[in-house]
């Protein structure tokens, strides 16, 4: 079983920015897609980023398109969440994960099946 460690959380200003990075343990990494979801206090997790195993593709929740970026380095089993002019609906509970099919990219929270354990984002208005 992968074990999956984020980091890079905080409290920030709205427009302010974060990068938050979750480091995977085991030799398989670069053969899975890796997602960024995230939960609010009372609302369900949410789907945020995906990355595919070769960096190939990518897709993103509408409501962060052309401000957060995600990232890969398979050398360093590495994958990152560049989040630009954030705002306090942003606010959450960052959760990475690992796909749970090797080589198949989705976008759907029951296709990961590994889990970190969570960094908290806090946006200030």
């Known amino acids: 079983q992968v074990q999956l460690v984020e980091s890079g959380g905080g409290l920030v200003q709205a427009g302010g920015s974060l990068r938050l990075s979750c480091t995977a343990s085991?030799?398989?990494?670069?053969?899975?897609?890796m997602g960024w979801f995230r939960q609010a206090p009372g609302k369900e997790r949410e789907f945020v980023a995906a990355i595919s195993w070769s960096s190939y593709s990518t897709a993103y929740t509408d409501s962060v398109k052309g401000r957060f970026t995600i990232s890969r380095d398979n050398a360093k089993n590495v994958v990152s969440l560049q989040m630009n002019s954030l705002k306090p609906e942003d606010t959450a509970n960052y959760y990475c994960?690992?796909?749970?099919?090797?080589?198949?990219?989705?976008?759907?929270?029951?296709?990961?099946?590994?889990w970190g354990q969570g960094t908290q984002v806090t946006v200030s208005s």
């Open positions: 994960a690992r796909g749970r099919t090797s080589y198949m990219f989705t976008t759907n929270g029951g296709g990961y099946d590994s």
């Open positions: 085991g030799r398989t990494f670069s053969s899975y897609s």
